[in-house]
């Protein structure tokens, strides 16, 4: 039978209001303050299908049909770090390369479950270009996916990244990318994103802002759960931008609605890689808003951080349903992580688990080992740590193709200029 998309409704996380979906919605144009829209499905029980790779989870995502190559994560009960660590219920939700337990992503990180869910979510007949902007992970996912399925692309990264471009194949010329000058950072790729999809021919992919791209990210804790028979006690992940975290939590709320699965009691820890620590320091500071961070000191900080993904200046953090209000209802907390610890629990991850991680994923494992020292959870809960890459070893076997990219532009260039530059490389 063929898919035919799936059907929800969007509710306004800040004032309760429930709406229709439009082409691409992004936020309720009635909220009286920056808030996030989340997808109620008609479908309120957890059913996954019979269908292939992520789209397993087709009845919580919100996508009109189906992408080919697609994979979904895979989770398995630890023994090896489990042990380390003393913990008697770990398990372990992995998005990467490790055909040994049956993960096959290709670009072997998790940012391969938002992809297939945002392209999936976009018009049938739509004629606009798509617009990323990402630190590395995210545009290695979505140059392989609209690749697989010729869908035009434009990815701004910055150029001090442009080592994350690789491929097992070629890609399609509907990829383009454009990246912002070396001793750039994230921040400046999301400007250059910006301006290039305020012209009416491109879209912007939207960020945490699109429910595709939080539900995508979510199935790993669909994953977690198909093999727990519950919802996790406690849930641990790295952060650029708080966003899988957020998705974790939202379907840990449609888990708990569904009523099979136990009470949403999960506790979200949260992490990143210090000193790029924004979102660590505005929450030990008790602050809903953002600490002050020049973008001067956030390059800074991006350079010295070895999980160089985790260096968002613009998270959703903030915003009503973002990483905070998630942190303040699920009673949970934060970690900083250290680049030296970092390399400890990546080499310990590796030696027992089999799995060469990439250093965010290590990030996430490192303050795991954090929580169990200071006594946050406890040896017989059942814990989801959210491993969200690795296997680049094994991937690389078969030998990679490098993307440069097709343009490198400053992000101060008016938009008018950039957005001509771009049509070039379409246009060639």
């Known amino acids: 039978m063929k898919f035919k998309g799936t059907n929800y409704k969007l509710v306004n996380v800040a004032t309760g209001r429930v709406f229709d979906d439009g082409e691409w919605t992004l936020a309720d144009p009635q909220s009286p303050k920056p808030s996030l829209v989340r997808a109620i499905y008609e479908n309120k029980k957890f059913e996954p299908t019979t269908m292939r790779g992520l ?182 992940q790295a952060v650029g931008s708080g966003t899988g975290a957020i998705a974790a939590w939202e379907n840990a ?52 951080i070895l999980a160089k993904v985790l260096s968002n200046r613009k998270p959703p953090y903030s915003i009503a349903g973002g990483l905070y209000d998630v942190l303040k209802w699920s009673k949970g907390d934060m970690f900083k992580v250290t680049n030296e610890e970092m390399i400890k629990w990546l080499q310990l991850f590796f030696a027992y688990e089999g799995i060469d991680l990439y250093p965010a994923a290590a990030v996430t494992v490192a303050s795991l080992a954090q929580a169990v020292a200071e006594g946050k959870v406890k040896k017989d809960e059942v814990i989801m740590l959210n491993v969200t890459g690795g296997g680049a070893i094994k991937a690389g076997e078969k030998g990679y193709v490098h993307k440069e990219p097709d343009l490198v532009i400053s992000p101060d260039t008016p938009k008018e200029e950039i957005i001509a530059a771009v049509e070039k490389l379409f246009h060639k």
């Open 55 to 236: 789209y397993r989870y087709a009845g919580w995502l919100p996508i009109k049909r189906t992408l080919k190559n697609s994979h979904a994560p895979v989770t398995y009960k630890s023994t090896g770090i489990a042990k380390i660590l003393g913990l008697e219920n770990l398990y372990i939700t992995f998005s990467g390369y490790a055909p040994k337990i049956g993960a096959k992503m290709e670009t072997c990180s998790f940012k391969e479950t938002e992809a297939y869910s945002i392209c999936a979510r976009l018009p049938k007949n739509n004629k606009k270009i798509l617009v990323v902007s990402s630190a590395g992970n995210t545009a290695r996912a979505f140059a392989k996916v609209c690749s697989d399925n010729k869908i035009p692309i434009v990815i701004t990264i910055p150029e001090d990244n442009k080592l994350d471009l690789w491929f097992t194949k070629k890609l399609d010329p509907c990829v383009k990318v454009v990246a912002a000058p070396r001793g750039c950072d994230y921040f400046d790729a999301i400007t250059i994103g910006d301006k290039l999809a305020s012209d009416p021919g491109y879209m912007a992919e939207g960020g945490a802002k699109n429910i595709a791209r939080r539900d995508g990210m979510g199935t790993t804790i669909l994953s977690a759960v198909e093999v727990i028979g519950r919802i996790p006690d406690a849930y641990f």
């Open 253 to 304: 709320e449609r888990l708990a609605a569904d009523g099979r699965f136990g009470k949403n009691n999960m506790r979200v820890y949260a992490s990143q890689n210090a000193p790029f620590t924004l979102m660590y320091d505005s929450w030990k500071a008790g602050s809903r808003d953002l600490v002050d961070l020049s973008p001067e000191e956030g390059r800074r900080q991006a350079e010295l």
